[in-house]
Structures are given as C-alpha cells and as structure tokens.
C-alpha cells in the first residue's frame, strides 16, 4: 500500500509498467491501478519522461514510447527545474558518481523529492534512490 496522496514516478518505474519481459512488470501494474484506484497524485520531471521515452524506444518500440506519450505523460505532474536545482543536482552527482554509477537525471530526481517533494515516497526498482536515503516502493 502507497503511504502517500502523492508519489515521485522513475524512469525505471514507467519502463517496468509498459515492458512485458521486465521482472517488475506486474508489479509496477500493481502500483499503477493503486495510483489511479486511489487518486494518488504523481509527480516527475521532463528529464525523466525523456529518459523513459528513449530507453521505450531503443529496449521495447518506438510504438511503446508514443504510448507513454499518450497516456502517461498527460496524467503527470511534471516539476520543473530550475538554474538552483541543477546547480544542486551537480553537486550531487559529483558526490555520487565517484563511489557508483549514477545517472544525472537520479541526481536531479533527488534534488526534486528532498526539497520541493518534501521527501514523497518515489515509485522506482532503481536501487541507487534507495542509496540515497529516499522512501522506495518498488
């Protein structure tokens, strides 16, 4: 059960909903109809909706990511960035890609949740949010 009126989505997350050979596959269809049963709010970023887009277009179909275009996309709330948050996302990278592999678009995902989100539970398999120190349901 999602502990929140609100959620952060993860490209990672929006992957698993639509890939059918993905091992997360029911499980983010699960947190999917929760959302939507509960009318829980779901936050991300352009970032993350380009990332997911891609990854759709060069793992699964091209199809797949117009199909997240047209019905993930509109349903988002999608925060934006601004010159203080990427400012900050690259300290954050800087930190974290020393000791792991880390993509910047997470380091922006953490910049959004820990200070405009207030620390929202994020929908994600990534386990790089979970080293972070974020709430993850996955």
């Given at each position: 059960m999602i502990p929140s009126d609100r959620v952060f989505c993860d490209t990672g997350f929006f992957f698993a909903s639509l890939a059918g050979t993905d091992?997360?596959?029911?499980?983010?269809?699960?947190?999917?109809?929760?959302?939507r049963a509960e009318s829980i709010r779901?936050?991300?970023?352009?970032?993350?909706?380009?990332?997911?887009?891609?990854?759709?277009?060069?793992?699964?179909?091209?199809?797949?990511?117009v199909e997240f275009l047209d019905t993930m996309k509109p349903v988002l709330s999608l925060v934006p960035i601004t010159d203080e948050i990427l400012a900050e996302a690259d300290q954050v990278?800087?930190?974290?890609?020393?000791?792991?592999?880390?993509?910047?678009?997470?380091?922006?995902?953490?910049?959004?949740v820990t200070t405009l989100l207030d620390n929202i539970p994020c929908l994600?398999?990534?386990?790089?949010?979970?080293?972070?120190?974020?709430?993850?349901?996955?």
């Open positions: 091992r997360h596959y029911d499980r983010a269809g699960e947190l999917l109809e929760e959302c779901m936050f991300s970023t352009w970032e993350v909706v380009s990332e997911t887009v891609t990854l759709l277009t060069y793992r699964l179909h091209p199809q797949a990511a990278f800087r930190r974290q890609v020393r000791s792991r592999r880390f993509s910047f678009c997470d380091a922006i995902s953490f910049v959004i994600s398999f990534d386990e790089d949010f979970k080293a972070l120190g974020l709430t993850v349901i996955g």
